[in-house]
């Protein structure tokens, strides 16, 4: 079956922009989360959604944010982006969001 | 409380040696433990998950030793192979949903040497 899609896999935009990624997840699962990976911090906790609810939240700015719709895909948004936003950012599904997360490939964000 | 402190951040093995990964976790309410396996230019791909019921998990040459008392657990990768070259990550999360997702280890760069 397919596997975690997210597009787009690159994306260049200028501080003050804003910017949309998207993911779809495994086939039948419902819970969707989404981590920031960057050399310096490592992988962090963004936030999780289970049947179009936010289940957390990590600490980040309220600058970014999310949502999942009722087929289970999820975007995430992030506003007035800042040179500290480039990194890779991860979505991952789970079939009940207890465990057995599957990650796709990401997005590179490149802010310039 | 959410830290997972992984060591060493580096390691290098000779092909057919034995691989070794330690994580240590503070927050006791974490029931699950995966590891997961990253390659450049790709997403993290879970190699195998242990919950605190049992002190060891193996799948083919991966074993995961779980010792709770102690808060730590280790990822053990036997007949290491250049192909294993990667970086590997512990994680942790409370899958009752007390925690924030997975809360990872800042990872082990791997190589196998030929």
């Known amino acids: 079956k397919a596997g975690v899609t997210q597009t787009p896999r690159y994306l260049i935009k200028t501080r003050g922009q804003q910017v949309t990624l998207s993911c779809s997840p495994i086939s039948g699962h419902r819970s969707v989360s989404w981590y920031q990976q960057t050399p310096g911090q490592g992988l962090q906790f963004l936030f999780e959604y289970f049947s179009e609810t936010q289940r957390n939240k990590g600490n980040f700015p309220g600058r970014f944010s999310g949502r999942q719709f009722s087929n289970s895909r999820s975007e995430m948004n992030v506003s007035t982006l800042e040179l500290g936003d480039s990194a890779l950012y991860l979505c991952a599904s789970s079939l009940a969001a207890t465990g057995g997360y599957t990650f796709g490939s990401g997005t590179r964000l490149t802010v310039v | 409380q959410q830290q997972v402190k992984q060591s060493p951040q580096s390691l290098i093995v000779q092909k057919g040696g034995i691989s070794i990964i330690n994580c240590a976790y503070e927050n006791t309410a974490f029931d699950y433990f995966p590891w997961y396996q990253q390659f450049p230019g790709k997403g993290p791909a879970l190699l195998i998950a242990?919950?605190?019921?049992?002190s060891e998990k193996k799948e083919g040459r991966f074993t995961i030793s779980f010792n709770k008392s102690a808060k730590q657990f280790s990822l053990h990768i036997m007949d290491s192979q250049p192909g294993d070259s990667a970086t590997y990550f512990c994680a942790a999360t409370d899958s009752g949903g007390g925690a924030d997702g997975l809360t990872f280890g800042k990872g082990t760069h791997l190589i196998i040497q030929p």
């Open positions: 242990i919950r605190p019921d049992v």
